[in-house]
């Protein structure tokens, strides 16, 4: 069982950035498919980016203002958010998975316990 350590978000105005890290303990999930999903208040949880194999998904949403990334002598990933806005305010949670199916369907072997993004 993987284990997922994030860390970053906050508190910030909009147009403001954040960056948030994902820690794998495990390193076949950090070179495997992992990414951000997120919850907002009265909202159902969606993928927000996500990285498998040498690509990368975003979010409609988030194009081109979020970057993801992974540096893999930490086994972590990263996402850049810029340009935020009030409706990026949400629990982020940094997901894994063995395939990109599971992935994107929220069948994960693990989840983040979650960092808050509040945007005002």
């Known amino acids: 069982h993987v284990q997922l350590v994030e860390s970053g978000g906050g508190s910030v105005q909009a147009g403001g950035s954040l960056r948030l890290s994902c820690a794998a303990s495990d390193y076949t999930y950090s070179s495997g498919c992992m990414g951000w999903w997120r919850k907002a208040p009265g909202k159902q949880r969606e993928a927000v980016a996500g990285?498998?194999?040498?690509?990368?998904y975003y979010d409609e949403a988030v194009k081109g203002r979020f970057t993801i990334s992974r540096d893999l002598s930490k086994n972590t990933i990263y996402l850049q958010m810029d340009n935020l806005k009030p409706e990026d305010t949400a629990t982020y949670y940094c997901?894994?998975?063995?395939?990109?199916?599971?992935?994107?369907?929220?069948?994960?072997?693990?989840w983040g316990t979650g960092t808050q993004v509040t945007v005002s």
């Open positions: 990285l498998y194999g040498g690509s990368t």
């Open positions: 997901a894994a998975a063995r395939a990109w199916d599971d992935w994107v369907g929220g069948l994960m072997d693990s």
